[in-house]
């Protein structure tokens, strides 16, 4: 389903999925592209959905970015592999809008079945600084083309940042410094492949609210119950999301 076919009808249940994502960015600190690109992924193709979360997925990740301690620090440290987040999000869009749907959705899935399965079952990773100036724009270019085919942008960015061994405030900035910097990719990529128009930022600008107003409960949320009892959860809920867009193809 294009953007441009979106009605009225949809509004209950597209505000419904970004309420339930940025609950999940609020709780965790990330998940609203990834929780909301599996959801709309069962509505829309997953170009249309890529182009649907670009202005709610911005706004908060921007405030997730501005709201850490070291913006300046984590930008001079980590802008390489944010260069190659722009070159392979821009070159693997035209992936995402040229596949069939059904085909598009099952990498989706994949995506996020591995990403599920990593943070379940993985044992912590640990970077050494001398190995970074040369993994950090592989990282980053492996995450845009995924970013670009998929419209998830955590792997392997999110273990990779994980493996940094970052203060938490700062991991929590240098995510929403990835995830902001995939989303202005995505959305230039989706641009010049003529999939994102300016006329559909009005769609994309309704998500706002819901989002924030999940992401606020989230991080209320956060204080009074067990991040690993949510983690676990959350992961399981990708895991099973995953599998059934993986599975589209064969049905």
């Known amino acids: 389903m294009p953007m ?16 339930v994502a940025g609950f ?5 600190g990330m998940g609203l592209p990834t929780v909301a690109m599996g959801l709309l992924g069962t509505l829309m193709p997953p170009a249309a959905a890529a182009a649907l979360l670009l202005i709610p997925s911005f706004v908060t990740n921007v405030w997730q970015l501005l709201a850490g301690p070291s913006l300046r620090s984590i930008v001079k440290r980590l802008w390489p592999m944010m260069l190659g987040i722009v070159v392979g999000t821009v070159a693997g869009s035209a992936w995402l809008v040229s596949v069939d749907p059904i ?6 899935g994949a995506a996020l079945i591995v990403y599920a399965a990593y943070a379940l079952f993985s044992p912590p990773l640990g970077v050494s600084p001398r190995k970074e100036p040369w993994l950090s724009p592989l990282v980053g270019l492996f995450t845009g083309g995924i970013t670009g085919a998929t419209g998830v942008f955590v792997m392997p960015a999110v273990p990779y940042l994980q493996s940094l061994r970052l203060h938490k405030d700062e991991l929590v900035q240098a995510l929403g410094l990835s995830f902001t910097v995939s989303t202005v990719a995505l959305m230039v990529g989706l641009t ?7 006329g559909q930022l009005g769609w994309s600008s309704l998500a706002i609210l819901p989002s924030l107003a999940g992401m606020w409960l989230g991080q209320k949320v956060r204080a009074r119950i067990s991040a690993k009892t949510f983690r676990l959860c959350f992961l399981l809920f990708l895991l099973l999301l995953g599998v059934k867009l993986a599975s589209r193809p064969f049905l």
């Open 192 to 198: 010049a492949h003529d999939a994102f128009r300016l």
């Open 103 to 108: 085909w598009s959705s099952f990498s989706l």
């Open 4 to 19: 441009n076919e979106l009605t009225p009808l949809l509004l209950l249940p597209l505000a419904s999925i970004f309420f």
């Open 24 to 28: 999940a960015k609020g709780v965790t």
